[in-house]
């Protein structure tokens, strides 16, 4: 709670708001933040451990400012051709985000996304006195070429937000969504790829435009599909100018050496933690599958969630009623906000069996 009295001192644009969170509850089943139902395998853990073990002797120093080991090391994952130049990272995309609009926005500069999108753009945002304007999408929330296109002319923004797979809708992008908002935009486009890695077979990343357009920024992160959101590691591919650009405005030592140090353990088995990638989609398109013969409007997912409306047939009613009914049944999903719909994260085959459960007492009086 903020007292009237430290309401009244703070910046005018954040008098109104709330602090992002989604209920952190202590329920069996939880399925309401998009994180990986599987813990870390224990080979894993153990060279994340001794990663760590080497490090803290040096802990009175430092950690490398520009973190040039770990940038290399994400540019080999990532692969087209990518040099850790064209890397940056930091603690979680969050702070990568924050730190572009720290360097590209700010007051008196506006970002265009379009919602619904990922929550944390706005908020970022405002947290950076940047000005938010919402281009909307298709009732389907689908966005074409022409109406991005359409609200960048219109709005004339400093960035985009484009989010690929969507976040809470779930569905990617197609290039030629990104390419015209490349195309008529003058700033900065930040194509959010958090869920790059659930994207279903042939879907292309916006990674494969880098080459063609300096001012395209593409974010990703190891808090989904690399089960390590709690270690707080994000990034970014970019024109290098852009990396240099955001340096000006990072904090010094921003990404702690134990940070840096787990993070290049995890990624040197990038393999076997994505093992968990193939397991996850497979629960993602039963979801999908499940709901759908059962009469639930579904978005199509290239991600590790699903948005469902939370009554079938059709029907719109109060997702909150139902959102509350998971809960007592055990399983908390998340209300992002949307009337009528809800969203449920992939995880464990054990996970979604409770939840199709759990879905069809929502359905009983
Ligand atoms: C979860 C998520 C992130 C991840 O943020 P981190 O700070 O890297 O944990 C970024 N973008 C979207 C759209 C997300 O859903």
């Known amino acids: 709670m903020i007292s009237d009295e ?11 708001l709330t602090a992002y969170g989604a209920p952190q509850l202590d329920v069996p089943v939880r399925l309401n933040t998009n994180e990986n139902s599987y813990a870390l395998p224990d080979t894993v853990a153990r060279a994340v451990t001794e990663a760590l073990r080497a490090e803290v002797a040096d802990l009175n ?3 490398d400012r520009d973190a040039v080991k770990l940038r290399a090391d994400l540019a080999a994952y990532l692969g087209h051709g990518l040099g850790f130049e064209q890397l940056w ?4 995309s969050n702070e990568v985000q924050q730190q572009l609009l720290q360097a590209f926005g700010g007051p008196g500069r506006t970002a265009l996304g379009f919602v619904p999108a990922y929550s944390m753009h706005p908020l970022l945002c405002a947290g950076t006195a940047t000005a938010w304007v919402d281009g909307g999408r298709a009732a389907d929330f689908s966005i074409s070429p022409e109406h991005v296109a359409e609200q960048i002319r219109r709005v004339d923004p400093d960035l985009v937000f484009l989010c690929s797979p969507n976040n809470p809708t779930g569905t990617a992008l197609a290039l030629d969504v ?4 490349l195309r008529t935009a003058r700033g900065i486009v930040i194509v959010d790829e958090a869920y790059a890695e659930f994207a279903r077979p042939g879907t292309p ?5 880098l080459h063609a357009y300096p001012r395209l920024v593409v974010s990703r992160t190891m808090s989904k599909a690399f089960a390590f959101a709690g270690a707080r590691v994000g990034y970014l591919a970019a024109d290098e100018s852009v990396v240099d650009a955001v340096q000006l405005v990072r904090l010094p030592y921003h990404l702690s050496s134990l ?3 787990a993070a290049r353990a995890a990624l040197a088995h990038a393999d076997t933690l994505l093992s968990t990638v193939e397991a996850i989609k497979e629960q993602r398109d039963r979801i999908v599958h499940v709901l759908r013969s059962r009469g639930y409007e579904v978005a199509d997912s290239d991600a590790n969630f699903v948005l469902f409306r939370a009554y079938p047939g059709g029907v719109a009613g109060d997702q909150a009623v139902v959102w509350r009914r998971l809960l007592d049944a055990g399983v908390l999903v998340r209300d992002v906000g949307l009337p009528g719909w809800l969203r449920v994260t992939a995880g464990t085959p054990a996970e979604t069996e409770a939840f199709l459960e759990a879905m069809k007492s929502t359905e009983e009086n």
Do not use: D, H, K, M
């Open 6 to 16: 430290i309401r009244a001192l703070l910046r005018e644009e954040l008098r109104g």
């Open 61 to 63: 120093r430092y950690p």
């Open 89 to 92: 990272a930091a603690n979680g």
């Open 178 to 181: 990104v390419e015209a908002a």
């Open 205 to 209: 990343s916006a990674l494969s435009l």
């Open 259 to 261: 940070t840096q140090a």
